[in-house]
């Protein structure tokens, strides 16, 4: 069964800097996706990033990146130049690549920024 | 394109009262996964549906729940008699395919007294 690991319940970050969120992962699936999502307090789930197992280069959305590491099975997030809207729950998250689609989530990282 | 819609966003009822969660897909979408987040948690999967299948229901609670996704209308998750332990947020995700995208709702918050 796939696991998703996140082992920082809380972090914080001043603003306009740089944050990193970790999170591991265990799998024994050679394709399959990744992803962060935020939830804010509404608690809607937003997609931040997505990253394809089989694709070496790093995701990147704007102030969001990530480092993917395959053979350790690490998928942490990096958010540049912090903003107070980013103060929210993030979670990583797995999804199997074929067949259907059943995402796991890690217990996910409160983020605080502060001003 | 209105986004997946899910009605009540807050419902709250006594023990022993049965909740009914609902679940609008995007337009396009027949496929749906509902997931539950109990507080201080990450999402969990219950169940994945097709238009008037029950693809995988493995993370059910075997008593007390069940969904369905009839061939006119919103997907239901059903949970009777509450207790709770039941209260969470209830998450439906919708997508084309059963390899597409899953877009997520809003969510319904439930409380149970």
């Known amino acids: 069964a796939q696991t998703v690991t996140q082992s920082q319940p809380e972090m914080s970050v001043q603003e306009a800097e740089t944050v990193t969120l970790s999170c591991t992962y265990d799998t024994s699936e050679s394709d399959y996706y990744l992803f962060w999502y935020k939830q804010p307090p509404s608690r809607q789930m937003i997609l931040v990033i997505r990253?394809?197992?089989?694709?070496?280069q790093n995701a990147t959305e704007n102030r969001f990146s990530v480092n993917f590491q395959k053979a350790a099975k690490s998928f942490s997030l990096k958010i540049s130049d912090s903003q107070l809207g980013d103060a929210a729950m993030y979670f990583c998250a797995y999804r199997r690549s074929g067949g259907y689609q059943k995402v796991t989530f890690g217990t996910g990282t409160k983020l605080q920024v502060i001003p | 394109n209105a986004g997946v819609m899910q009605n009540p966003r807050h419902l709250v009822r006594r023990r022993g009262q049965e909740a009914r969660l609902r679940c609008s897909p995007m337009k396009g979408h027949s496929h749906v996964y509902w997931y539950r987040q109990l507080p201080e948690e990450g999402l969990k999967f219950m169940v994945y549906?097709?238009?008037?299948?029950?693809?995988?229901e493995s993370g059910m609670p075997k008593e007390r729940f069940s969904a369905e996704f009839p061939k006119e209308g919103p997907s239901i998750l059903r949970i009777q008699q509450v207790v709770r332990g039941d209260s969470a947020a209830y998450f439906c995700?919708?997508?084309?395919?059963?390899?597409?995208?899953?877009?997520f709702g809003p969510g319904t918050r439930l409380t149970v007294l």
């Open positions: 549906l097709q238009k008037e299948n029950i693809i995988d």
């Open positions: 990253q394809e197992a089989y694709k070496q």
């Open positions: 995700a919708t997508a084309t395919g059963m390899s597409d995208e899953q877009f």
